[in-house]
Structure formats: structure tokens, C-alpha cells
């Protein structure tokens, strides 16, 4: 299984933007829809945005317009791009495949938007 690592997250003040970076650690080419997901302490996991192989992406309500996700299949990275943060945004993210594969789990990032 594709291991996984995110970066990139931070303490930021709403309305601020984060890059979150996930590299795996071989070709993400063959896989076909990766995703990011989040997690709030005593919440559970839930999807943030995907995208499928060819480009397409499709993204949570609550983050549609403000986060933009992107992969770089040459380069094995996928990106999250978080802008105008809000303090609802603070939990730690993940970046695995869609449907998740268990043993690919990273540590996550932690990001916490706060004034």
C-alpha cells in the first residue's frame, strides 16, 4: 500500500490561507481518486474534497469555494489549497485514497484557525 505524508498545517488567524502538501511514497498514477479528510477532536472523520485521476474535483459544502485540491501525479503529491480560513476549518487532515485504504493513514496535519 502508497504510504502517505501530510505537511503544512499551522496556527493561523481566520480569514488566512494554508498549503497542505500530502507526498506519498510511490506512483500515485495508477490511483484513481485521492482525497483529503479532516477530523475535529470527538467528531468524526469526514471528507473534505477529492480528485479523480483526469482533473475532475468535487468538494464539501462547507469548504466549496475556499479550498482548492490538486495532484501532481509526476511528482506524487497531492495539495490542498485552504483559503479564508474560519475557525470551524481547525482539525487535523488527512490525505489518503477514496475509498480510504486503512493501512495508508498518516499522522496528519495539524491546522487551527484562531484569533
Known amino acids: 500500500q502508497v504510504q502517505l505524508v501530510e505537511s503544512g498545517g499551522g496556527l493561523v488567524q481566520p480569514g488566512g490561507s494554508l498549503r497542505l502538501s500530502c507526498a506519498a511514497s510511490?506512483?500515485?498514477?495508477?490511483?484513481?481518486?485521492m482525497g483529503w479528510y479532516r477530523q475535529a477532536p470527538g467528531k468524526q472523520r469526514e471528507l473534505v474534497a477529492f480528485?479523480?485521476?483526469?482533473?475532475?474535483?468535487h468538494y464539501a459544502d462547507s469548504v466549496k469555494g475556499r479550498f482548492t485540491i490538486s495532484r501532481d501525479n509526476a511528482e506524487n503529491t497531492v495539495y490542498l489549497q485552504m483559503n479564508s480560513l474560519k475557525p470551524e476549518d481547525t482539525a487535523v487532515y488527512y490525505c489518503?485514497?477514496?475509498?480510504?485504504?486503512?493501512?495508508?493513514w498518516g499522522q496528519g496535519t495539524q491546522v487551527t484557525v484562531s484569533s
Open positions: 510511490g506512483s500515485i498514477f495508477s490511483i484513481n481518486v
Open positions: 480528485i479523480i485521476r483526469g482533473g475532475s474535483t
Open positions: 489518503n485514497t477514496i475509498p480510504a485504504a486503512a493501512g495508508s
